[in-house]
């Protein structure tokens, strides 16, 4: 069964953009996510996108804004990252993690659709393709570790896209995809407020959990884990209940680590956080 659980203007692209089309987002009760219709069409190749959500291309505005992030996915990847493993990062934009884990790797692959940031992660020592489908050709069946940050949610078609990881990972190869929560607590606390800002023209799809292990089975294969993560304190909801708006971690009177802290854990423990990861094996 599918219904429509909102009709309306969505997030355009950079915080505080709203497109100027409205936009249906339509659950789907078999599948176990949420898609947008109409699906819109996005150029990744050049610089469109990347002006559109950081409002600039280039790849040192990516380091400034992505760098100490992806310290935050490399907590949900160290226990399956080993030396001298190949690892590829689909859709890796500028390649923060790639560098930060290129020391001990003996190969890192770069799948990047953005014609610039080829030019640079080429130069920078890493393996670099525009496409799954071009990796493939050299890498296929010959890669450790496949990560995905933040890229499923872009897509057309997840099934293919996992059957695409699936291509290059060896036998026992591991992969990792985070994307954000379809079950973000904020769309319960706030549903009002919180969608049009949850909803982006930039991604189709909001996935959750079960959702991504359905796929898994159908490309046979093996769930290992669902790892839930969530990065802003007790403050940062009170006050999308209080202001409407998104504050980041801004504090609050009477809200302190301990209180920031238990929030996080009681949202990680019943799956309600701002992301999750998804863990699995060849």
Not at 151 to 165: G, L, Q, R, S
Not at 169 to 192: A, S, V
Not at 212 to 234: R, V
Request: some cysteine.
């Amino acid at each position: 069964m599918k219904k429509i659980i909102y009709k309306g203007k969505i997030r355009e692209g950079a915080v505080g953009t709203l497109s100027t089309e409205d936009f249906e987002v339509i659950y789907d009760d078999e599948l176990k996510y949420a898609y947008l219709n109409p699906f819109p069409e996005i150029n990744y190749s050049d610089d469109s996108y990347r002006t559109s959500v950081n409002n600039s291309n280039s790849v040192n505005k990516y380091f400034e804004l992505h760098d100490k992030s992806c310290i935050n996915y490399l907590n949900q990847y160290n226990e399956y990252i080993k030396r001298d493993m190949v690892i590829a990062d689909v859709g890796c934009g500028g390649g923060s993690l790639l560098d930060h884990i290129s020391g001990i790797c003996s190969k890192t692959i770069a799948i990047e659709p953005n014609q610039e940031y080829q030019k640079d992660l080429s130069r920078r020592g890493h393996k670099t393709y525009g496409s799954i489908d071009k990796a493939v050709i050299e890498y296929g069946n010959k890669v450790d570790l496949v990560v995905s940050n933040h890229v499923i949610e872009h897509v057309n078609d997840p099934n293919k896209f996992i059957a695409d990881i699936k291509k290059l990972l060896k036998p026992t190869g591991i992969g990792i995809i985070i994307t954000p929560n379809y079950n973000d607590i904020l769309l319960k606390l706030d549903f009002e407020t919180f969608a049009p800002f949850f909803f982006r023209k930039v991604h189709p799809l909001y996935l959750t959990s079960e959702s991504l292990q359905l796929i898994l089975e159908k490309n046979d294969l093996k769930y290992l884990e669902t790892k839930f993560i969530h990065e802003f304190g007790m403050a940062n909801a009170l006050n999308w209940i209080k202001l409407k708006k998104p504050t980041g971690n801004n504090p609050i009177e009477g809200i302190n680590n301990l209180a920031d802290n238990l929030w996080k854990s009681y949202l990680v423990q019943t799956g309600q956080t701002k992301d999750f990861a998804i863990i699995f094996e060849k």
